[in-house]
């Protein structure tokens, strides 16, 4: 009797591996060079994203997940066109729309109007992203508290397997920053570079991708801009460069996908 798990590679039914096709080393210009983002789906898990902003153009999709002691998992879901409560989530679709201004945008809303928000909500925006389809889920938020570890292992866990790239900003301050220390996710802290194409790795971790987001000019609220500093506003930088490269190179790996930002990181041997 062969163990569990043993029938997932029978060769009658197992899929090929996702390729990489290449002709040479990974650079930049195999990465992502003429690719625009079309055909990927960007969710910004945020406090939502302003429809229409002159930065962020179209929102493709949206919907809100807020708190409610009588819905299933105390959340209560609500699909539809919704604004910005903040202003942050527009700041994010803004950056990643610079980057990949092909790529569709979603909303999912679990944050309010002090850019706050319940754990498990955040949480269940996060699997919302994963069972709908999102290619790129951009998380510009954390938790630090200890008891949400395990339901954000699961569906970082969940969004892996199913080749959602989890494109995490770890906490400004020093602290437990949860899904942004898990190995499973784009975890990405912000340098005072301004070209969102030189960016670094970090061999060492936890955090791997630095990424411009200090003094930057960002879109806000009600069509405005202002000008702000955080680790939020690097890792949409991130999410937009791994649009790039899923839109030129479709249905890859999240760890295929780590491998070629190494690559073509500035710090890379692709550079």
Known sequence: MKPAWSWQFERETLRDAPALD??????????????????????????????????????????ALDYDA??????RETAGPHADLFGHGTACAGIVRALAPACEIHSIRVLGERLTGKGYVFAAGVRWAVEHGMHVANLSLSTGARGHFGRFHEVVDEAYFRRTML??????????????????????????????????YNPEGPVEFGAPGIDLEVAWRNGSTIRTTGNSFAAPQIAGLVALILSKHPG????????????????????
């Open 70 to 75: 009588d819905a299933p998992g105390r959340v």
């Open 167 to 200: 494109v995490s900003a770890i906490s400004n301050v020093r602290g437990a920053s949860y899904p942004s220390e898990f190995a499973g996710v784009f975890s990405v802290a912000a340098t005072d570079r301004t070209d969102p194409f030189e960016f670094e």
């Open 252 to 271: 890859l790996a999240p760890f295929q996908v780590k491998t070629i930002l190494a690559a073509c990181a500035f710090n890379g041997p692709g550079r």
């Open 22 to 63: 290449l002709d040479g080393p990974i650079t930049p210009e195999w990465a992502w060079g003429g690719a625009d983002g079309a055909g990927v789906k960007v969710a910004i898990v945020d406090s939502g994203v302003e429809d229409g902003h002159p930065l962020v153009g179209r929102v493709d999709g949206a919907v």
